[in-house]
C-alpha cells in the first residue's frame, strides 16, 4: 500500500465504485438471483423457487436487475400457454461472473459447512477447477501484500 491510502480523510466516497456496485446487487436474494442466472436459469418462477424468495421479492429483483441492465427479458411462448418473459445475462451482467466465482470460492473456504462446498465450478474444456484470481495486465498473480492503490482520474478530493 502507498501513502496515498493514508490521506483517505481527503477523499470523498461519493465516486467509489464499491460503494456504487454494492448500491446494486449488495443484497442477497439479489446475489443469489445472478448466481442463479449465471447457472442457466431463465424463467421467473425457478428463480423464484430456487433462490427460495416469494414471488414479490422475486419480481421486484428481477425488475431491477433488467433497470440496472444486468438482465435481458426476452419474451418466449410454450405451445398453448400465453407468452411469458425469461430473464437472461447481458454482458454487463456476464461480468459479474469474477465476482460471483470469488464470493463462491470464499463462501467454499470460510462459509462451508463440514460436507463441503454444494458445487463445483469446473472448465467445461478440461475439467479443471475454476478459481477468482488477482492477476496485472502483465500477467503477473498478485498477492494481497502486492497491491499499490493510486488516484484514479474519478478520485474527487475533500
Keep these: 500500500?502507498?501513502?496515498?491510502?493514508?490521506?483517505?480523510?481527503?477523499?470523498?466516497?461519493?465516486?467509489?465504485?464499491?460503494?456504487?456496485?454494492?448500491?446494486?446487487?449488495?443484497?442477497?436474494?439479489t446475489l443469489l438471483l445472478l448466481r442463479e442466472a449465471s447457472f442457466g436459469t431463465r424463467r421467473f418462477d425457478d428463480f423464484a423457487r430456487?433462490?427460495?424468495?416469494?414471488?414479490?421479492v422475486a419480481a421486484a429483483r428481477l425488475k431491477q436487475?433488467?433497470?440496472d441492465g444486468l438482465l435481458e427479458r426476452r419474451p418466449y411462448r410454450q405451445p398453448g400457454q400465453r407468452t411469458r418473459d425469461?430473464?437472461?445475462l447481458t454482458r454487463k451482467g456476464q461480468e459479474l461472473l469474477p465476482v460471483l466465482t470469488a464470493?463462491?470460492?470464499?463462501?467454499?473456504?470460510?462459509?462451508a459447512d463440514e460436507a463441503g462446498p454444494?458445487?463445483?465450478?469446473?472448465?467445461?474444456?478440461?475439467?479443471?477447477?475454476v478459481h477468482a484470481r488477482l492477476r496485472c495486465d502483465a500477467g503477473h498473480d498478485v498477492p494481497?501484500?502486492?497491491?499499490?492503490?493510486?488516484?484514479?482520474?474519478?478520485l474527487l478530493r475533500a
Design 1 to 29: 500500500m502507498t501513502d496515498f491510502l493514508a490521506q483517505r480523510d481527503a477523499w470523498l466516497t461519493t465516486n467509489c465504485s464499491i460503494a456504487r456496485a454494492v448500491e446494486v446487487v449488495g443484497n442477497r436474494s
Design 50 to 56: 430456487r433462490v427460495g424468495v416469494s414471488e414479490p
Design 65 to 67: 436487475l433488467v433497470a
Design 86 to 88: 425469461e430473464y437472461v
Design 103 to 111: 464470493l463462491r470460492q470464499w463462501g467454499d473456504a470460510w462459509a
Design 118 to 129: 454444494s458445487v463445483r465450478v469446473e472448465h467445461h474444456d478440461c475439467g479443471a477447477a
Design 144 to 154: 494481497p501484500g502486492e497491491i499499490d492503490v493510486r488516484p484514479g482520474p474519478g
